[in-house]
């Protein structure tokens, strides 16, 4: 098992194009999140998924962001009409147990909205 | 809401000497779980340490450990014989039982000196 794998690394999108990152959590994780960290910022909670089931989604996933977790496995979030203020580090963490006994995250999608 | 809060920005120590980092927290509940994370330079989080607040007893692993004082609402971290390795952000975190997102603070960034 290699982790919480996110693809891409990197992306850089013009303003109000959409784009769409994937995270493939370690396989026997049923709990997938995603989190958004902006420059010199902790991580924020978007959304949790519980195999296919997306369970909470925080305010601060508005209209223009959705999250998908099809079959219980990978996971995918999209961004659409990006803006600037959407640049950020998104990270997809994955874990067996509840929040409490702790995450494994992957290294993240660094966004550039120019 | 909960809130986490780090005031210090950036540490830098000599490796080998110890360094404590400081965070405090606040909450209503009575039940959650308190962490530190680590961010290495361009490396996904790995989680340092937990602790549940039931607990009265400070969570060690090797040589990291806390002193969590709840009447406070203190929540620091201690890094013995601090070597080249331990270089990275820090990060607290918060979640409440029951609840899936976790709640950060901004983040030390420990630099430790050859």
């Known amino acids: 098992d290699t982790g919480v794998s996110q693809d891409p690394r990197h992306k850089i999108t013009k303003r109000g194009q959409n784009v769409t990152f994937r995270c493939d959590p370690i396989?026997?994780?049923?709990?997938l999140y995603w989190y958004r960290q902006t420059l010199g910022q902790g991580p924020e909670f978007l959304t949790y998924?519980?195999?296919?089931?997306?369970?909470?989604k925080s305010r601060l996933l508005s209209d223009r962001f959705s999250a998908e977790r099809p079959k219980g496995s990978f996971s995918t979030l999209e961004i659409q009409r990006t803006e600037q203020g959407d640049s950020a580090m998104y990270l997809c963490a994955s874990s067996l147990g509840p929040s409490w006994d702790g995450y494994t995250f992957g290294s993240g999608t660094r966004l550039t909205v120019v | 809401a909960q809130t986490v809060t780090q005031s210090q920005p950036e540490m830098s120590v000599q490796e080998a000497e110890t360094v404590t980092l400081s965070c405090t927290y606040d909450t209503s509940e009575s039940n959650y779980y308190l962490f530190w994370y680590k961010q290495p330079p361009s490396r996904q989080m790995i989680l340092v340490i937990r602790q549940e607040a039931y607990k009265q007893q400070n969570a060690t692993e090797n040589r990291f450990s806390v002193n969590f004082q709840k009447a406070a609402k203190s929540f620091s971290l201690k890094i013995s014989d601090s070597q080249l390795g331990d270089t990275a952000m820090y990060f607290c975190a918060l979640v409440i039982g029951g609840a899936d997102g976790l709640t950060f603070g901004k983040g030390t960034h420990l630099i430790i000196q050859p």
């Open positions: 998924f519980q195999n296919e089931a997306q369970l909470e």
């Open positions: 396989s026997e994780h049923n709990r």
